[in-house]
């Protein structure tokens, strides 16, 4: 079973975290959330204090998850998740139960990642360059966060080569319309409540591309703050988690719901 951390109490909420990333990337949000949630972060599988073990396919890695949900007694959990996360979580709800989703800036239209690493496949699949080019991609995603919290993430990063190239080979070589095909299995069925949030830059369509796929999708961005909003603006993120599940648990329904104090 995945190694896993559970703090506080009240409705159950669980975060996953990102690619090389392990859950000590939430340590600075665990007693914040701790205070009205029920708190489970984990590590998935290579990464983190977890076992390292093929395959790292997207619904394997949800599975994993799920069985410590169901280990811990937890119900319908409040599903959180940053980067790759937002891959696992979205497979999570796609399969099993739960209140909602909240993806924090991770694109579900793979195909322009797709066009940006396949053509350096041969340089990731090199050892000596491998872990250089991946140092690069972190870096373009830095964005608004401070000194002290990248260096707290760059101590923390464990670059496992066989861990991310099994994780990225289950799309990387699709063709077009087994792109769509792969996407669709992970966003059509999902009925739960879906937010993403997003300090990146995004394609100006990209919010009507997600409704398409996920019908129960809203979009939040936080303009210019990077791929790390939540370690940003901690303090806004965990208002925006509190608003989010507490929008979810409305009888009538959470579209309309006011999910930022300034909105």
Same mark, same amino acid.
């Given at each position: 079973m995945l190694?896993? +951390?559970?703090?506080? $109490?009240g409705s159950p909420l669980v975060l996953i975290?990102?690619?090389? #990333?392990?859950?000590? =990337?939430?340590?600075?949000?665990? %007693?914040?959330?701790?205070?009205? /949630?029920?708190?489970? $972060? &984990?590590d998935l599988r290579g990464h983190g204090e977890s076992f390292a073990a093929p395959p790292y396919d997207g619904v394997t890695l949800a599975s994993d998850v799920h069985d410590?949900? =169901?280990?811990?007694?937890? #119900?319908?959990?409040?599903? =959180?998740?940053?980067?790759?996360? %937002?891959? &696992?979580?979205?497979?999570?709800? @796609?399969?099993?139960?739960? !209140? %909602? =989703?909240?993806?924090?800036? *991770? @694109?579900?239209d793979l195909s322009a990642f797709q066009a940006l690493?396949?053509? /350096?496949? !041969? +340089?990731?699949? #090199?050892? !000596? *360059? /491998?872990?250089?080019?991946?140092?690069? &991609? /972190?870096?373009?995603?830095? %964005?608004?966060?401070?000194?002290? +919290?990248?260096?707290?993430? !760059?101590? +923390?990063?464990?670059?496992? *080569?066989?861990?991310?190239?099994?994780i990225w080979s289950s799309f990387l070589d699709l063709d077009a319309a087994g792109l769509d095909d792969f996407i669709d299995s992970f966003t059509r069925p999902i009925t739960a409540p879906y937010l993403a949030l997003h300090g990146s830059a995004l394609a100006p369509n990209y919010e009507s591309w997600l409704a398409s796929r996920v019908a129960t999708s809203r979009l939040i961005e936080w303009p210019e703050l990077g791929h790390l909003p939540?370690?940003?603006?901690?303090?806004?993120?965990v208002s925006l988690v509190e608003r989010f599940a507490a929008a979810v648990a409305r009888p009538d329904g959470w579209r309309d719901a006011e999910l930022e104090a300034n909105s």
């Open positions: 190694a896993y +951390e559970r703090l506080g $109490s975290h990102g690619l090389t #990333d392990s859950r000590r =990337v939430w340590d600075p949000l665990l %007693g914040p959330l701790a205070a009205n /949630f029920d708190v489970i $972060s &984990v410590v949900v =169901v280990s811990l007694g937890v #119900d319908d959990p409040l599903v =959180v998740d940053h980067s790759l996360g %937002g891959f &696992v979580a979205t497979a999570y709800a @796609s399969r099993f139960d739960c !209140a %909602g =989703v909240l993806n924090i800036d *991770q @694109s579900l690493v396949n053509p /350096f496949r !041969a +340089e990731l699949a #090199d050892p !000596a *360059q /491998f872990e250089p080019i991946m140092l690069m &991609v /972190f870096a373009t995603m830095r %964005g608004a966060l401070s000194d002290e +919290e990248w260096d707290r993430l !760059a101590r +923390e990063r464990r670059l496992n *080569q066989s861990v991310v190239l099994g939540h370690l940003v603006e901690p303090d806004r993120f």
